[in-house]
C-alpha cells in the first residue's frame, strides 16, 4: 500500500458532564461564591447532590494511535458511545482533541451529522459552489463536476431551493454527491447514509467503491455489517473510546457482535450442556451428547477450503422407543441471518418418519464441496422428537470456509464479492446465431 493518509497519536476527547453553565453571568457568580464558601449551590437543579456547573467528565476518545495509508477503506464500528462520531469529527477538524495529534494528507471531505458543511440559506447549487472553494477548488473545476452532483443527488428540481427546505433525506444525498464528485482525497463518511432510502443507500456504497479503486482513502462509520464487510479492507472496533481491535473486517465484525470464533470444532460435556435450550411437555426422551465439525475422513476441523466437504456429526440419546426423530441444521452468518437450512427427514416419504429404538444414534449431515463462498459460518442444530422433545443447540460451533476459484488475476475481488454461498454449476454456453467463426471455435457452439 502506499503513503500514509491519516496518521493519529495519543488522540484523546474529553467532555464536561452537567451543565456548562446557568446561562445567567450573575447566577454563574452565585454558584461560584457558594463553592467558594462550601456552600450548597442555590441555583442547583433540583434532586441533584453536588454543584451544578461540573459533575465530572466522560473521555470520548482516549489515546487513540491510528494509521491508515491511501487508498484503503477502513471501517469504524463499536457501540453507541464509543467515539465513532467524535473521531471522525476531530479528524474533519470540527472540534478540537483534548490531547494528542491528527495529521492528514490531502484534500478532506466528510459527511458527518445532517448539515454539516452545508449554510441553510444558501440553495443547493450555492452549497455545491461554497464546499468546492472550502476544498480548494476553482470555480471552474466545480463547474465541470456540478452536471454529474446534480445528477448523482437526485435533486435537480430543488437545486435552487434554500436547503433549509429539504428533507432529511435530500439533505443527505446532495451532501454525499458534493463530498464524492469534488475529487477529495480522503472521504469521512458517518451513519447518515441510514437516513437515504435503500436505493441510494446502494448507489453511495457502489461510489465509495469506486472512490476506494481510484486510490483515495475511506473512512467509514457504521452500524451496517453487510456495508463493512462487503466495503472494507481492514476494520477498527472503538470500545469505551479506544481501539479495542484492529484487523479483517470479519473478525472485527465477530469481535462488535460478541460472537468470537470458538477453538474447537467438538462441542461436548458440560459446555455442550450449557449451551442446550430445552423444550419438553413431558418426561425427557432425548439427550445431545456431542456436536462436531469435521472434514469428509472425519477428523474435527474449523477451517475448509470451498473445494472440500464439511460435514457436521451430532451425537444423541434416545431415551425410550421414540417416533420422527430428526436432526434440524442450521448455518448463519454473524448477525443470525439464516443462510442455509437441512432436515434430516428432507428426503423421506411424507408419512415416513425416522422411528429409533432406546440407544445411542450419531447423524452425519453433509455438506457437499463447491457449496460455499468466503465467509465464517454459525452452526445451529436441533435434535428433536416431534411434539415430544426439543433439544436446540444455538451457535454451538463455527467453521470458515476460504473460497478456492479459477480466476486469478481477479482472486481478490472475487472472494469480496462472493455470497455465502456459491455452489459450483453446471453450465452451459450454446451459439444462437448459426454462424461460424473464424478463429476455429464456431459449429453449433456446444461446450
Not at 143 to 153: D, P, Q, T
Not at 207 to 225: E, I, K, P, Y
Not at 252 to 275: F, K, N, T
Not at 418 to 438: F, I, N
Request: charged content about 25%; glycine content about 12%; hydrophobic content about 40%.
Amino acid at each position: 500500500m502506499g503513503e500514509t493518509a491519516i496518521r493519529v497519536r495519543g488522540l484523546s476527547k474529553r467532555y464536561r458532564l452537567g451543565m456548562a453553565g446557568t446561562g445567567w453571568l450573575g447566577r454563574d457568580l452565585q454558584s461560584w461564591w457558594a463553592r467558594v464558601r462550601g456552600r450548597e449551590d442555590p441555583n442547583a437543579p433540583l434532586g441533584v447532590d453536588g454543584p451544578a456547573l461540573s459533575r465530572g467528565h466522560v473521555w470520548a476518545l482516549r489515546d487513540v494511535d491510528l494509521d491508515v495509508r491511501r487508498g484503503e477503506v477502513v471501517g469504524v464500528i463499536g457501540r453507541n458511545g464509543a467515539g465513532k462520531s467524535t473521531l471522525l469529527k476531530i479528524l474533519n477538524r470540527i472540534t478540537l482533541p483534548t490531547a494528542g495529534e491528527a495529521r492528514l494528507k490531502g484534500r478532506v471531505a466528510g459527511l458527518l451529522e445532517i448539515g454539516t458543511g452545508f449554510h441553510p440559506e444558501l440553495t443547493g447549487r450555492e452549497n455545491v459552489f461554497l464546499n468546492g472553494a472550502i476544498l480548494g477548488m476553482t470555480r471552474a473545476q466545480t463547474v465541470s463536476r456540478f452536471a454529474a452532483i446534480e445528477e448523482f443527488s437526485e435533486v435537480g428540481a430543488f437545486m435552487d431551493t434554500p436547503v433549509k427546505r429539504y428533507s432529511s433525506g435530500m439533505y443527505v444525498k446532495l451532501a454525499f454527491a458534493v463530498a464524492a464528485h469534488l475529487d477529495p482525497e480522503i472521504m469521512l463518511v458517518d451513519e447518515v447514509l441510514a437516513v437515504g432510502d435503500a436505493a441510494f443507500q446502494k448507489k453511495c456504497l457502489g461510489r465509495m467503491g469506486d472512490v476506494a479503486g481510484q486510490g483515495r482513502t475511506v473512512l467509514f462509520v457504521s452500524h451496517n455489517m453487510a456495508s463493512i464487510r462487503s466495503l472494507c479492507t481492514r476494520c477498527i472496533v472503538l470500545e469505551d473510546g479506544r481501539v479495542g481491535f484492529d484487523g479483517a473486517p470479519d473478525a472485527a465484525v465477530d469481535r462488535y457482535l460478541g460472537h468470537a470464533p470458538s477453538d474447537a470444532a467438538v462441542l461436548d460435556g458440560p459446555a455442550l450442556a450449557s449451551r442446550v435450550d430445552e423444550y419438553r411437555p413431558g418426561p425427557a426422551a432425548l439427550r445431545v451428547l456431542r456436536v462436531a465439525v469435521c472434514d469428509d475422513a472425519g477428523t474435527p476441523r474449523r477451517d475448509f477450503r470451498s473445494d472440500e466437504e464439511v460435514t457436521v456429526a451430532v451425537d444423541y440419546q434416545c431415551l425410550r422407543d421414540l417416533h420422527d426423530v430428526r436432526v434440524i441444521l442450521q448455518l448463519t452468518d454473524e448477525g443470525d441471518v439464516p443462510l442455509v437450512a437441512a432436515d434430516s427427514t428432507d428426503f423421506l416419504p411424507p408419512d415416513a418418519g425416522t422411528a429409533l429404538g432406546r440407544g445411542t444414534y450419531r447423524t452425519t449431515l453433509r455438506l457437499p464441496a463447491r457449496l460455499f463462498g468466503e465467509r465464517r459460518f454459525f452452526v445451529t442444530v436441533n435434535v428433536m422428537a416431534h411434539g415430544v422433545h426439543h433439544l436446540p443447540v444455538r451457535r454451538a460451533l463455527d467453521f470458515g470456509v476460504s473460497y478456492q476459484g479459477f480466476a486469478p488475476a481477479n482472486i481478490a475481488v472475487s472472494r469480496r464479492v462472493a455470497g455465502a454461498v456459491r455452489p459450483a454449476l453446471r453450465v452451459s454456453t450454446t451459439r444462437l446465431d448459426g454462424t461460424d467463426r473464424e478463429d476455429g471455435h464456431g459449429g453449433d457452439g456446444n461446450p
